[in-house]
């Protein structure tokens, strides 16, 4: 069975940094996709970043140059940096694993306050 644990995030002031990460356990990590989506009331969720088993990487042209996603697969954890953060880059941040009917973690709630 997949899980994916995330940690981190909370409340922090425009133009500060934050760091999410995911654990992952139950799969095979290294061979997967990983990324970060983002909700907020009302919408749909949002791809923020994507990483691949090689390490390239992708980013939403709403965070590029501020967020930076990362992985360790000998940890099985799968990170992201976000600096200069906005009020508008509030929500509640989900770990995805790009498994066989997609994985998800339970989210993290991201506050970036004005």
């Known amino acids: 069975q997949v899980h994916l644990v995330e940690s981190g995030g909370g409340l922090v002031q425009a133009g500060g940094s934050l760091r999410l990460s995911c654990a992952a356990s139950?799969?095979?990590?290294?061979?997967?996709?990983m990324g970060w989506y983002r909700q907020t009331p009302g919408k749909e969720r949002e791809l923020v970043a994507t990483i691949t088993s090689g390490g390239a990487t992708s980013y939403a042209s709403s965070v590029k140059g501020r967020f930076t996603i990362s992985r360790d697969n000998a940890k099985n954890t799968v990170n992201l940096r976000m600096n200069s953060l906005k009020p508008e880059d509030t929500a509640v941040y989900y770990c995805?694993?790009?498994?066989?009917?997609?994985?998800w973690g339970q989210g993290r709630q991201v506050t970036v306050s004005s």
């Open positions: 139950g799969i095979a990590f290294s061979i997967y996709v």
């Open positions: 995805y694993g790009q498994t066989p009917g997609l994985s």
